[in-house]
């Protein structure tokens, strides 16, 4: 997901309202199926949508959950997962992308989370033997998991991570501020027909294409986990693409010093979308050490 917040966002979250936890666990369905092949596990009015590849859930000693980054879906992971054969990888459909329906409210990322945990309870195995591995929104998720449910993982791995807020330089915060400054005032004296056209004009590409979604992306973009970050204690890795203009670099370095039990891999040439394809067998063996250290 685009870490640089665009203004449109910045100026409607506080639309979005918080939402109530999610029911307990008795909304839940049955346990996900053990062997491979496509499920749904649906707790309240939300559900996420899964595929478990590699071995078979009974018999699983490791099981990897890929999560997947914004405008993305399970198959952002395939290639990835297809590495680890010798685990149960068990690829996720977050509420509102890939085939799973969108989340009853416009959801921030501790809903997200939420979800999650009572998921990777579902699936009965040992916290111990589960590791979690997110791309940007994945990330997200994966950092509110860790601090709100601490043991729930036993290990993440978090590429091109977002959560944190961009450093942005002088001219560039007073021309952020002053396109504020502008559509707000626009709000008071311009046609809901001009606003919108603001809106598409000055709109990030995730903002564009996010439809029914977009009032779950504005909040999300908008959260600053650093404080989040900050709770993690399960042993983490981060690996950013050094020509990452999304999630740059720098924000991998801040991350670093907020997560206690973390290591950073820079990985050259890479950028936020390459580090998943050109670059995805040393981000398999930067996992495959990882997985080999817990």
Request: overall charge positive.
């Amino acid at each position: 997901m685009t870490a640089a917040i665009n203004f449109m966002s910045t100026i409607s979250v506080s639309n979005v309202s918080l939402q109530p936890p999610l029911p307990g666990k008795d909304m839940s369905t049955p346990h996900p199926q053990t062997q491979a092949g496509a499920g749904m596990f649906k707790h309240g009015p939300a559900a996420i949508h899964y595929e478990i590849t590699g071995a078979p859930l009974a018999d699983a000693q490791r099981v990897i959950v890929w999560a997947h980054g914004w405008g993305q879906n399970r198959e952002a992971f395939r290639a990835l997962a297809s590495s680890f054969s010798q685990y149960t990888n068990v690829l996720l459909d977050f509420p509102g992308f890939g085939v799973a329906p969108p989340p009853p409210e416009s959801w921030g990322t501790a809903e997200y989370a939420d979800l999650s945990e009572q998921f990777l309870k579902s699936l009965g195995k040992p916290a111990s033997s589960i590791v979690w591995v997110g791309h940007s929104f994945g990330c997200r998720i994966g950092l509110q998991l860790a601090s709100r449910h601490p043991g729930v993982v036993s290990g993440m791995c978090l590429i091109a991570a977002a959560g944190l807020k961009r450093k942005r330089s002088f001219a560039e915060a007073v021309k952020f501020q002053t396109r504020i400054r502008m559509f707000k005032l626009a709000k008071v004296f311009a046609s809901k027909e001009k606003i919108e056209e603001m809106r598409r004009k000055a709109g990030s590409a995730d903002y564009q294409r996010a439809g029914a979604m977009r009032p779950v992306f504005v909040r999300v973009v908008n959260e600053d986990l650093t404080e989040v970050a900050r709770n993690v204690a399960c042993p983490t890795i981060l690996v950013f693409g050094e020509n990452d203009n999304e999630t740059p670099p720098e924000m991998g370095e801040r991350l670093s010093k907020l997560i206690a039990n973390s290591k950073l891999f820079i990985l050259p040439r890479n950028d936020h979308y390459t580090v998943l394809a050109d670059g995805r067998h040393v981000v398999a063996k930067r996992i495959a050490e990882f997985m080999g250290s817990l």
